[in-house]
């Protein structure tokens, strides 16, 4: 039976029995998710320049017994089947760090599981604002961008790569004087320190007061020209602003800039997962509240 009737005897099987047909197609996304979802963590590993060249192999075998190369298929197809074995031999380190990681953290990001957005963003402002007033304190200027939906990878580009976890040491580091990335803006791209030192385009005199420096009018810049929120901090006055849609507003306290980035990166854009949680939080406080006046009632 050549590869042609085989084909056609498997339509006839899926068409008798359209059940077959459903369990095949679930079958090949979860493999075509679980691949994607690795090759996503080999790619930022030294096991990629491995993948790369498991594939030329796997190519290669295929191609020579294609064009009845035997010799070549002979040998290519002997180091395949001891492979296996000295993949397991080479990477036996990282193959037993990823079975300890099986439930943890770090392996539940493969599957999606990972910490719920609306919390983790909502972290990420925290570290923002207590960075921004930490730097206000000192009356170091710095300039924080943070993505929303619109992307900007253009602006990423025209800094130098970061890719780091959001924290306010960090932001607070990158702007200290005279440091290689102080000057520029950083920006934050979904729940990470994309870049620093990156370039903004700057709003036209007309659309800012003559005594705001280039860091708001760059601040109002990216702005207008994106759905991005910009949180600006003076060197001159210490003073902490934000830019959102073309319009600079001056001089927020560090509460004040939590709920400005909390009302217009999270309530506005999940609306249904900022209900949840905050739900969810409102019954783990009534709990709360139960456990102390059952505690106060004993104790009278």
């Known amino acids: ?66 064009l009845n190369l035997n010799i070549l298929n ?34 539940t990001k493969l599957f999606g599981m990972d910490k719920d957005i609306v919390a983790r963003t909502k972290e990420d402002i925290y570290k923002i604002a207590i960075a921004a007033t930490e730097l206000a304190k000192n009356k170091t200027g710095a300039l924080i961008v943070i993505e929303r939906d619109i992307r900007i990878k253009d602006i990423i580009s025209t800094g130098v790569e970061i890719n780091s976890e959001v924290s306010p040491q960090l932001l ?4 200290v004087p005279n440091t290689p990335l102080h000057d520029g803006a950083v920006v934050i791209s979904e729940n990470k320190i994309a870049a620093a030192a990156c370039m903004l385009p700057l709003a036209s005199d007309a659309d800012i007061a003559r005594e705001l420096g280039t860091r708001h009018r760059a601040a109002i810049g990216i702005s207008k020209e994106s759905d991005a929120i910009a949180v600006v901090v003076s060197e001159e006055t210490g003073k902490i602003s934000v830019a959102k849609d073309g319009t600079l507003i001056a001089d927020v306290r560090e509460e004040v800039l939590k709920k400005i980035l909390i009302s217009n990166i999270i309530t506005k854009r999940f609306p249904e997962k900022e209900k949840e949680h905050n739900a969810s939080f409102d019954k783990i406080k009534e709990k709360i509240n139960k456990l102390k006046n059952k505690k106060t009632k004993d104790q009278v």
Not at 75 to 80: E, F, W
Not at 172 to 175: D, K, P
């Open 1 to 66: 039976m050549d590869i042609k009737d085989k084909i056609l005897t498997y339509i006839q099987i899926y068409q008798q029995n359209p059940f077959k047909l459903i369990t095949l197609l679930i079958d090949l996304a979860i493999v075509l998710f679980l691949a994607y979802n690795l090759l996503k963590i080999v790619k930022d590993s030294r096991a990629w320049q491995l993948v790369k060249g498991i594939a030329f192999l796997i190519i290669a075998t295929w191609l020579s017994g294609l």
């Open 172 to 175: 607070v580091n990158i702007f």
């Open 74 to 107: 002979y040998i290519l197809s002997a180091v395949m089947n001891w492979g296996v074995i000295l993949l397991i031999i080479i990477f036996q380190p990282e193959i037993r760090r990823a079975l300890e990681q099986l439930g943890t953290n770090k392996f």
